[in-house]
């Protein structure tokens, strides 16, 4: 069974910076991808960013792109994401997921996705 922990979520002003992780276990597959996604209130999820864990290879939607930044710690299964220059417009829910996949393109599309994290509250106050 797949069980995705995420945690790090809270209040920050605009420009500061959170840490976001998500614990993974239960993860079988051989090639597997890990992202996030984010729901604001009246609005649909939106993909993040994703990481493949074989290749390493990268993928951040533009509106993150240069602020948010993927890593990982094998030991502990954990993907990490590093949010810097918060804005208000970044306030969301964040959800941890999992696709099977050799690419993380496989996730952008939310299509895919064969597990989900309960989410973490990220709240950017102007």
């Known amino acids: 069974q797949v069980q995705l922990v995420e945690s790090g979520g809270g209040l920050v002003q605009t420009g500061g910076s959170l840490r976001l992780s998500c614990k993974f276990s239960?993860?079988?597959?051989?090639?597997?991808?890990m992202g996030w996604f984010r729901q604001a209130p009246g609005k649909e999820r939106e993909f993040v960013a994703a990481l493949n864990w074989r290749t390493y290879s990268t993928l951040y939607a533009d509106s993150v792109q240069g602020r948010f930044t993927l890593s990982r710690d094998n030991a502990k299964n954990t993907v990490l994401l590093q949010m810097n220059s918060l804005k208000p417009d970044d306030t969301a829910v964040y959800y941890c997921?999992?696709?099977?996949?050799?690419?993380?393109?496989?996730?952008?599309?939310?299509?895919?996705?064969?597990?989900w994290g309960q989410g973490t509250q990220v709240i950017v106050s102007s």
């Open positions: 997921a999992v696709a099977e996949g050799i690419t993380p393109l496989t996730m952008k599309s939310g299509q895919n996705i064969n597990d």
């Open positions: 239960g993860v079988s597959f051989s090639s597997f991808n």
